[in-house]
DNA sequence: TGCTTATGAATGATTATGATTGATTTTGGA
DNA sequence: TCCAAAATCAATCATAATCATTCATAAGCA
């Protein structure tokens, strides 16, 4: 069977039973569960399913899927040296840039008694930056359901009104030679565009995204200061021919 | 049965039944004990039910917010037969406008099943709608505190990249004379360039806000369809000279 | 031939699961 | 009210399933 029929195989598999394991695709094709497990990713990647722990479901119908509400945080401690650190950056007067992000998220509370001006495409971020006191403007746009994100044409439009002194951003990954990326390309221009209209850049990840490629580019490594936490030596080295690495700790 | 796929499940019974017994899910499902409580952990997390001994219930919406619920808990009945009435106007794919306020935000719940496009500026209806499964915009700009609702030159420039079928507004005050008044010119002003993008334009305001004038007008009685619920016979009347008049039952 | 791409198998890591334990909460009777 | 039994709970552990990654081979193509 051709890659291509195979992929053909899974979608329509998909379509008609909303829900499918791995397992049964090997069974039904009779290829590899490798081959099968690459198949689902770059269906993945085209949007085309989205996969879960032993399968795959249709892309946004995937109901139990964390929603933007969701408490519970991975690398909870890291990150958290990391928001520190960064929230330090902060002069008072300033006007702020906060990506929509887990780690933008903590920065806030380190964030709650400075005189600053805050902008965000986040939607949970908003709440939080009210929450503390601090004046914010939303960029506005489409919500990326699950992720609390706005994104598209009119969160760029409402973006370019704006002029910040730093600018904080999340990523999925860093490398060396591909520099910042992320899934969603549209995500990835809006981070784009904010770091452009900065004075400083910065941006925020955690050991975990180091050397990761995602599928979208966000700019170069060179174009913000990395903040992360504990990475080994030699990839710190090899990161600092191409930026400034500032290390959070705990 | 794959983890996503029970947690689907649970959801589902969940919505049916109101409240569940771990033992129901266990037979129902035949995963063990212990992986149900670790799906209502999770689940939980996600605000997505609220754990009780023995089982699980639906979280409760409206007791979280406590100066939403505040409001909210006024008038609620009377409000609730305003809001269904209104999203009986919806179609199946209309763009609409939901103004914030807790009458337009009990609209939701009754839109849920609708296919349709939500702009709003009001930060609560965004999520709630994410939660509805509705592609929601919102228009951005300077978030006013407390209120939740997003005002300033932002939202308006947003705002004019819109037009919409339906457009339904909260006021603070109707009056024949007077029109439709609410206590801020920001606000305001957004009322009034929503209504003004709108084929349709609806008011919803209970009885309590009959013959009350606030500070900024908004526009004209008949600029909008007045939706509300029990007024007098004779302020009907009157009201009915100037615009159509919708009235809610319970 | 040389080059790229697709495949399958093997690996070690990560995640999900079920059973067990002892603690906590509820229930129902004295 | 109080107490004890029953039910439910969180925490832990070992096991099983699933995962990403790597490597070697096979297939397609100039």
Known sequence: MLTNERHEFILNLLEQ??????????????????????DLTVLENRNQLERVFGGAV????????????????????????????AASLVQDGDSVYLDAGTTTFQM????????????????????ELNEHGITVYLTGGLLKPRTGAFIGAQTIQSLKN??????FLGVNGFHPEMGYTTPDPEEAAVKRLASSLASESYVLADHSKADKISF?????????????????????ETLEKKTTVKVGTR
Request: with cysteine; charged share 35%; aromatic share 4%.
């Open 162 to 167: 704006y002029r910040f002194d730093v600018c």
């Open 58 to 85: 249709l892309p946004g119908r995937n109901l139990s899927e964390p929603t933007i509400k969701d408490k519970s945080a991975r690398n909870l401690e890291e990150k958290d040296s990391i928001a520190k650190l």
């Open 108 to 127: 806030i509370r380190y964030l709650r008694d400075k005189n600053i001006v805050a902008v965000t495409n986040g939607l949970t971020l908003v709440e």
């Open 216 to 236: 979208a580019k966000i700019m170069e490594l060179g174009d913000a200061v990395l903040i992360t936490d504990s990475i080994s030596t030699e990839l710190r």
């Open 17 to 38: 039973k909303q829900t499918i394991k791995i397992q049964d695709i090997v069974d039904l094709t009779e290829a590899s569960e490798s081959t099968i497990r690459r």
